[in-house]
């Protein structure tokens, strides 16, 4: 089994940044993918960013240059720098975690993220 809580969300301007963090706990060695996912009102969960123990990272074309995805292995954290913060990023950030071939998934809260003026 493993935990996830999502922290750091908030709400900030147009242009301005947040950085979200995933506390991991459990099983965390089992995890062979590691994503952010986001849901904003009336829209399905969509995928933001991912990154891989091999080193492996993708971003969406919408967060492509503006977003960050990392993990700590120290702090046992995944972690999302986003710059230039546009509206449409409003939404929920979800951590999540994935076992070999997806056999496995799991999923913190949620932090929500609220870009205005």
């Known amino acids: 089994q493993v935990q996830l809580v999502e922290s750091g969300g908030g709400l900030v301007q147009p242009g301005g940044s947040l950085r979200l963090s995933c506390a991991a706990s459990?099983?965390?060695?089992?995890?062979?993918?590691w994503h952010w996912y986001r849901q904003a009102p009336g829209t399905q969960r969509e995928l933001v960013a991912f990154?891989?123990?091999?080193?492996?990272?993708y971003y969406s074309d919408s967060v492509k240059g503006r977003f960050t995805i990392s993990r700590d292995n120290a702090e046992n954290t995944l972690d999302l720098q986003m710059n230039n913060l546009k509206s449409e990023d409003t939404a929920v950030y979800y951590c999540?975690?994935?076992?070999?071939?997806?056999?496995?998934?799991?999923w913190g809260q949620g932090t929500q993220v609220v870009v205005s003026s």
């Open positions: 999540n975690a994935a076992t070999n071939g997806g056999a496995y998934r799991y």
């Open positions: 990154i891989n123990p091999s080193g492996t990272i």
């Open positions: 459990g099983s965390i060695f089992s995890i062979s993918a």
